[in-house]
């Protein structure tokens, strides 16, 4: 499993683990002052921090796999100027092709 799919697996985890503690929160909300009330939340606090960082922790991941992707494309371009001006030209005059058909 990658590395992406563990942190998915782990949010998804966290997430519904956030659903439970609520519903629990919310079972115990009648009894504001006793002990069930503040373990509860206390517990959807702490799941609710890390379900949070996890989330940051994957939009770091989706960025910086953006930037190397962009970085990449880019370097590709610049060693290969006239087969990308191809492949542009090619892709232009496919979408050209499939804008006149309507």
């Known amino acids: 499993m990658s590395s992406a799919e563990q942190h998915k697996e782990k949010l998804m985890h966290d997430l519904n683990q956030v659903i439970r503690d609520a519903e629990d929160l919310l079972k115990n909300s009648e009894q504001q002052a006793g002990e069930g009330y503040k373990s509860a939340k206390a517990r959807f606090e702490h799941t609710l921090k890390n379900a949070k960082a996890e989330v940051t922790r994957l939009e770091d991941a989706v960025v910086t796999k953006a930037k190397d992707a962009a970085h990449a494309t880019d370097v590709y371009v610049k060693e290969n100027p ?12 496919l979408v050209g092709l499939l804008i006149g058909r309507k």
Do not use: D, F
């Open 82 to 93: 006239w087969q990308s001006a191809g492949i542009a030209a090619g892709i232009g005059l």
